[in-house]
Every structure is written in structure tokens, then in C-alpha cells.
């Protein structure tokens, strides 16, 4: 057992009670921010004594969030009433699917936050590529993951006891936490900030007046662990005991009565405690979120409709007969010119002019088609036809849950063909590719024409392709179908000319036995990544692409 385990409490090992006690320092001391709750709706977490709060919607809209203009008592009266909004209410917030909390309402959330400090839990129930947005995890102090709690780890939630009033923390713990998170690779000064007083609410849990070495464990295991970026390293290890030590240095020996002396790093104790309590695949995990984090997995490019997808805020706008106009909006604006209006009309009744009305708005994302563009000639063709086999059908397995489609076009001989258009059957999938035929040239350009005619007319349809071409490189057939090299690279890089141009997102992966400097010229011209995976299997195959094309 490592020598700071005594200091660890046994129950700050289980996910469940890392959220119990962030509930109980959260209820000390709200200025920690909050807590980011990863969980499925179920027993688990309604079993969670989380705090009487008011209860956010990511489909909210600033009207219900902020107040405005209470509609149906301005329009009995004729003089303006205002509604308050649910940011107006004291205590703590709950934001219910907080991954899928739209950028807009973070930024918002997080405005109110800065200007007012107060409790945010985060009620998280994405899967592993969802997650809350940074800007509202940053503001809160803890995390709890709960995914993989099942009822009978439960404990009861502990009851209070004699809470201080005040906790002190000397400089040199100050200076120990800051130095900490530098060495986990933490950039923000809200952590250290949070861990300073979730050690000062650790004190007071347990009836001190000045924190230890034990509240301070404990306070960066739960800030410091789920933000850390890399693993915290022990500094160069100390000279020899029985080494001479050096000759003192009276010059430049400091005053004796100069004790404002700051460490350099942070004990070595507590940086065994952090660094056991961070997992072994942190590397992994971050580099999984920040391929998730831009575009999100299996997601299309987002795009403006009137008629259907996610509500967004109403705007100004004209019935040109497609819009649909939203109603209370319009009254909304119409509503405070009331009085003026009739009294310059002269006339009783409802006055609404062309500048009141507002149109609905609503946000729906493209599906998006993989067309994998397979290069089938050649002694290995059909090794690179089985690794592209295995992993259409397994980005098919995962596109049931994200909306995506795959398409195949394979190119041999002279020419190009489409074996698998658009779809998401795995039943049609495997019928399609039962039988690829392979051998005969590399027409490269005619592979690349046909994936993007494949991707216009799925551009037309409303999806959003990425083309992923799987080739050695060596192009040896020109567009019209002669064997020349020379003219069938500058074939090829017409077309990927022509395919920039269309603005079609691409991935080359080069399955040749040595990256191809032809390949990377390619790359460059698409301005799409390189990848060389000779001896990429369809399980590594799809795990590249994935990760690929949401960065």
C-alpha cells in the first residue's frame, strides 16, 4: 500500500461516493462552481440527494430563461408588465441532457454564472463522444461518473456534522496546490482556485479551522484528476545521502529572518496520490474528446430550416410563404406600441405592423455519407478489399445510432464502378460486398470522378459526404482509359483539384508498404489528412476514419 493511501478516505475510491461528498462540499461552499453528474435517467441517479434547484432545458429560449414582456396581462391592460425569468430565482440550477446543451445557451449560462456565483449541476446522459459543453465543465468544480454504478454499490449519503465556520490555508499549501495542477497540465487558474476551497470545505466538513495535508489530498484528487492532461512527474531525484553536501554560500545565503520561501514542487506524497487516482488511458481519453469535441461524431454539417429540426430563437422576418411565423413572438414585440397605436390610429383592437413579425427558425443536421473509394487492383487487392469490407460494416454497426450513411466505389482495369450506393442496410451491405472482383490497373483519376459525382448527388439530396480513398498511390491508367503514368498522376490531380473545388471533405489513407510521396502531394491538394496504414486491419481501419474525420 503506497504511503498515501492512509491519507485517502476508501470511500473517495467509488465513483458514488466522490459525487456524495461533492454534494456536501457543493452544500458548504457554493462558490465551487458545481458538479459535472455523468448518468443514464434510472434509479442510480434519482437515488442522488441532489439539492432543490431550478430545472434547465437546452431547448429553453431567453424568454423563459431571462423574463420578458408578460403578454397576456399587457395586452388586457395596454401598459407593459414584465415576467421574470427562471435565472431570476435564488439557489442552485440543474441542467437536465446537458449534452446537448447548444453553444448559444452555454454562453449565456456561463455569462449568468461569472456575474452571479451560483450551484450548476450538470446532468450528463451522452455517450462517449457527447459531452457537456467546456465552457460550462470548466465552471464546475467536480465530475462524478455513475455509468457503471449499479444499485447495490450504493451507500447511504453520510449525515453532517459540526461544520467550522472558517478554514485558513497557509501560503505554502497555496503555493503546493498551483504547482500541482501546473504539473497535471492544467492551464486554467479556476482549478487551482476550486481546489484551494474544496480543501478550506473539507476543513470545515470536519470541524477544523486551518487545513492539512489530508483535506489537501483529498481537494485535488477531486478537481485536479478528471482535468489533467498529462501525468504529473516526480522532479529529478535528490543527490545521494552520502554525498558531500555542497559548501554553503555566503554571499548569497538569504536572511535568516526571510521565511517567505515558496516550494518549487509539490510533495512528492501527494504527487503519488494524484498520479495513482489518474487513469492509465488518460492519453486515449483525451485524444477521443478532442476529436469529438469540433463536429461531433456521425454528425452534417448544421443548416437553417423554417419547417422542422431544433427550435432555435425567432427573428425578425417577412411571410414570404415559406417561413411560419411565431405568433407570441409577434405579440411579444407588437405588445409594448399598443397605446401609441391606437392613438394614432384612433381605433380600439390590436394593432400589429409588418416590423412586429417574427418567424420561426429551426436547426436540423445533414446526414453524412463515408464513400469509401477502394483501390482494387493489383496482387493486394483483395486484402485492401477485405480491411475495407470489415470496415464499412462496422462504421454500419455505429451508424444506426448517429445517422450514418456508407457508400463504396472501387476502381480497377480502366474504369471505376459504384458496388455499394448510399445506404444504411447492413443486410444490403453484405450482399454488395459478398464478392469483390480485383486485378488490372490503377485508374485513380476515374476513382475519384466517381466518388464525386457520387458525392454531388448526395449533396443534392441534403447528406454531407467525405470521401475516403484507400490506394497505394500508384496510378497507372489515365482518364481515357491508356496506360500512362506520367498523365495518370496529372490526371489524379486534376481531380482532386476538381474535388477541392466542390468543397467535398476527404481522408487518403495510403495501404501501400511505404507512405507514397505521390499520396501526400494528393493530400495536400485536397487539403485532407494523410494517413499510412500499411497494415491497418478493419478495426484499426474504422477507428482512423472516425477519428479522422471529426477533427
Same mark, same amino acid.
Given at each position: 500500500?503506497?504511503?498515501?493511501?492512509?491519507?485517502?478516505?476508501?470511500?473517495?475510491?467509488?465513483?458514488?461516493?466522490?459525487?456524495?461528498?461533492?454534494?456536501?462540499?457543493?452544500?458548504?461552499?457554493?462558490?465551487?462552481?458545481?458538479?459535472?453528474?455523468?448518468?443514464?435517467?434510472?434509479?442510480?441517479?434519482?437515488?442522488?440527494?441532489?439539492?432543490?434547484?431550478?430545472? $434547465?432545458?437546452?431547448?429553453?429560449?431567453?424568454?423563459? $430563461?431571462?423574463?420578458?414582456?408578460?403578454?397576456?396581462?399587457?395586452?388586457?391592460?395596454?401598459?407593459?408588465?414584465?415576467?421574470?425569468?427562471?435565472?431570476?430565482?435564488?439557489?442552485?440550477?440543474? +441542467?437536465?441532457?446537458?449534452?446537448?446543451?447548444?453553444?448559444?445557451?452555454?454562453?449565456?449560462?456561463?455569462?449568468?454564472?461569472?456575474?452571479?456565483?451560483?450551484?450548476?449541476?450538470?446532468?450528463?446522459?451522452?455517450?462517449?463522444?457527447?459531452?457537456?459543453?467546456?465552457? =460550462?465543465?470548466?465552471?464546475?468544480?467536480?465530475?462524478?461518473?455513475?455509468?457503471?454504478?449499479?444499485?447495490?454499490? =450504493?451507500?447511504?449519503?453520510?449525515?453532517?456534522?459540526?461544520?467550522?465556520?472558517?478554514?485558513?490555508?497557509?501560503?505554502?499549501?497555496?503555493?503546493?496546490?498551483?504547482?500541482?495542477?501546473?504539473?497535471?497540465?492544467?492551464?486554467?487558474?479556476?482549478?487551482?482556485?476550486?481546489?484551494?476551497?474544496? #480543501?478550506?470545505?473539507?476543513?470545515?466538513?470536519?470541524?477544523?479551522?486551518?487545513?492539512?495535508?489530508?483535506?489537501?489530498?483529498?481537494?485535488?484528487?477531486?478537481?485536479?484528476?478528471?482535468?489533467?492532461?498529462?501525468?504529473?512527474?516526480?522532479?529529478?531525484?535528490?543527490?545521494?545521502?552520502?554525498?558531500?553536501?555542497?559548501?554553503?554560500?555566503?554571499?548569497?545565503?538569504?536572511?535568516?529572518?526571510?521565511?517567505?520561501?515558496?516550494?518549487?514542487?509539490?510533495?512528492?506524497?501527494?504527487?503519488?496520490?494524484?498520479?495513482?487516482?489518474?487513469?492509465?488511458?488518460?492519453?486515449? !481519453?483525451?485524444?477521443?474528446?478532442?476529436?469529438?469535441?469540433?463536429?461531433?461524431?456521425?454528425?452534417? #454539417?448544421?443548416?437553417?430550416?423554417?419547417?422542422?429540426?431544433?427550435?432555435?430563437?425567432?427573428?425578425?422576418?417577412?411571410?414570404?410563404?415559406?417561413?411560419?411565423?411565431?405568433?407570441?413572438?409577434?405579440? !411579444?414585440?407588437?405588445?409594448?406600441?399598443?397605446?401609441?397605436?391606437?392613438?394614432?390610429?384612433?381605433?380600439?383592437? +390590436?394593432?400589429?405592423?409588418?416590423?412586429?413579425?417574427?418567424?420561426?427558425?429551426?436547426?436540423?443536421?445533414?446526414?453524412?455519407?463515408?464513400?469509401?473509394?477502394?483501390?482494387?487492383?493489383?496482387?493486394?487487392?483483395?486484402?485492401? $478489399?477485405?480491411?475495407?469490407?470489415?470496415?464499412?460494416?462496422?462504421?454500419?454497426?455505429?451508424?444506426?445510432?448517429?445517422?450514418?450513411?456508407?457508400?463504396?466505389?472501387?476502381?480497377?482495369?480502366?474504369?471505376?464502378?459504384?458496388?455499394?450506393?448510399?445506404?444504411?442496410? $447492413?443486410?444490403?451491405?453484405?450482399?454488395?460486398?459478398?464478392?469483390?472482383?480485383?486485378?488490372?490497373?490503377?485508374?485513380?483519376?476515374?476513382?475519384?470522378?466517381?466518388?464525386?459525382?457520387?458525392?454531388?448527388?448526395?449533396?443534392?439530396?441534403?447528406?454531407?459526404?467525405?470521401?475516403?480513398?484507400?490506394?497505394?498511390?500508384?496510378?497507372?491508367?489515365?482518364?481515357?482509359?491508356?496506360?500512362?503514368?506520367?498523365?495518370?498522376?496529372?490526371?489524379?490531380?486534376?481531380?482532386?483539384?476538381?474535388?477541392?473545388?466542390?468543397?467535398?471533405?476527404?481522408?487518403?489513407?495510403?495501404?501501400?508498404?511505404?507512405?507514397?510521396?505521390?499520396?501526400?502531394?494528393?493530400?495536400?491538394?485536397?487539403?485532407?489528412?494523410? =494517413?499510412?496504414?500499411?497494415?491497418?486491419?478493419?478495426? !484499426?481501419?474504422?477507428? #482512423?476514419?472516425?477519428?479522422?474525420?471529426?477533427?
Amino acid at each position: 500500500m503506497p504511503a498515501w493511501a492512509a491519507l485517502w478516505p476508501t470511500s473517495l475510491a467509488e465513483a458514488w461516493d466522490n459525487a456524495l461528498l461533492a454534494l456536501r462540499l457543493l452544500a458548504v461552499d457554493p462558490g465551487l462552481g458545481g458538479l459535472h453528474l455523468r448518468a443514464r435517467s434510472g434509479p442510480v441517479r434519482d437515488a442522488m440527494p441532489l439539492p432543490v434547484a431550478t430545472r $434547465l432545458h437546452p431547448a429553453m429560449g431567453d424568454d423563459a $430563461l431571462f423574463g420578458g414582456i408578460d403578454l397576456t396581462t399587457t395586452l388586457a391592460t395596454g401598459r407593459v408588465h414584465q415576467q421574470t425569468g427562471l435565472l431570476d430565482h435564488d439557489g442552485p440550477l440543474i +441542467l437536465t441532457m446537458a449534452e446537448r446543451c447548444p453553444p448559444e445557451l452555454a454562453a449565456r449560462l456561463a455569462m449568468h454564472l461569472d456575474a452571479a456565483p451560483r450551484c450548476l449541476i450538470l446532468l450528463d446522459e451522452g455517450t462517449d463522444d457527447e459531452a457537456p459543453r467546456a465552457i =460550462l465543465t470548466e465552471r464546475v468544480a467536480f465530475y462524478a461518473d455513475l455509468s457503471d454504478v449499479a444499485l447495490n454499490d =450504493l451507500t447511504p449519503p453520510t449525515k453532517g456534522g459540526t461544520i467550522s465556520a472558517t478554514a485558513t490555508i497557509t501560503d505554502a499549501q497555496v503555493a503546493q496546490i498551483t504547482t500541482l495542477a501546473a504539473a497535471c497540465g492544467i492551464d486554467s487558474m479556476r482549478a487551482p482556485t476550486f481546489a484551494i476551497r474544496a #480543501a478550506r470545505a473539507l476543513a470545515r466538513l470536519s470541524g477544523n479551522d486551518h487545513v492539512t495535508d489530508e483535506h489537501i489530498t483529498v481537494a485535488c484528487g477531486l478537481v485536479f484528476v478528471h482535468r489533467a492532461t498529462q501525468i504529473p512527474e516526480n522532479t529529478p531525484e535528490e543527490a545521494p545521502a552520502d554525498a558531500d553536501p555542497p559548501p554553503p554560500d555566503t554571499a548569497q545565503a538569504p536572511d535568516s529572518d526571510d521565511d517567505t520561501t515558496m516550494p518549487d514542487i509539490p510533495d512528492t506524497m501527494l504527487l503519488d496520490a494524484i498520479r495513482a487516482l489518474i487513469p492509465d488511458d488518460l492519453l486515449d !481519453r483525451l485524444r477521443a474528446t478532442r476529436s469529438k469535441a469540433g463536429r461531433g461524431a456521425g454528425s452534417g #454539417a448544421a443548416r437553417r430550416s423554417n419547417r422542422r429540426g431544433r427550435p432555435l430563437p425567432s427573428h425578425r422576418g417577412k411571410l414570404d410563404g415559406n417561413a411560419r411565423i411565431d405568433v407570441v413572438a409577434t405579440l !411579444r414585440a407588437a405588445a409594448p406600441w399598443q397605446t401609441i397605436r391606437r392613438i394614432e390610429t384612433g381605433r380600439d383592437g +390590436l394593432h400589429v405592423r409588418a416590423g412586429d413579425i417574427h418567424v420561426r427558425r429551426f436547426q436540423e443536421h445533414a446526414d453524412r455519407l463515408l464513400i469509401f473509394t477502394v483501390d482494387a487492383s493489383g496482387s493486394a487487392a483483395i486484402a485492401r $478489399l477485405a480491411e475495407a469490407k470489415g470496415a464499412v460494416e462496422l462504421l454500419l454497426a455505429q451508424a444506426y445510432g448517429r445517422r450514418d450513411h456508407v457508400a463504396l466505389v472501387s476502381f480497377r482495369g480502366s474504369g471505376a464502378e459504384i458496388l455499394l450506393p448510399p445506404t444504411r442496410s $447492413l443486410v444490403q451491405t453484405k450482399r454488395r460486398l459478398a464478392a469483390l472482383p480485383g486485378g488490372g490497373g490503377t485508374p485513380l483519376a476515374a476513382g475519384l470522378d466517381t466518388a464525386a459525382e457520387v458525392a454531388a448527388q448526395a449533396r443534392r439530396r441534403g447528406m454531407t459526404p467525405t470521401i475516403c480513398l484507400l490506394t497505394d498511390g500508384r496510378a497507372n491508367i489515365a482518364r481515357d482509359g491508356s496506360a500512362d503514368r506520367v498523365r495518370a498522376q496529372v490526371d489524379a490531380q486534376s481531380a482532386a483539384q476538381a474535388m477541392r473545388t466542390s468543397g467535398f471533405d476527404a481522408l487518403i489513407i495510403d495501404t501501400g508498404q511505404r507512405p507514397s510521396t505521390q499520396l501526400r502531394t494528393l493530400a495536400q491538394t485536397l487539403d485532407a489528412p494523410y =494517413l499510412a496504414m500499411p497494415r491497418a486491419d478493419s478495426a !484499426r481501419l474504422a477507428s #482512423a476514419v472516425d477519428a479522422a474525420l471529426a477533427d
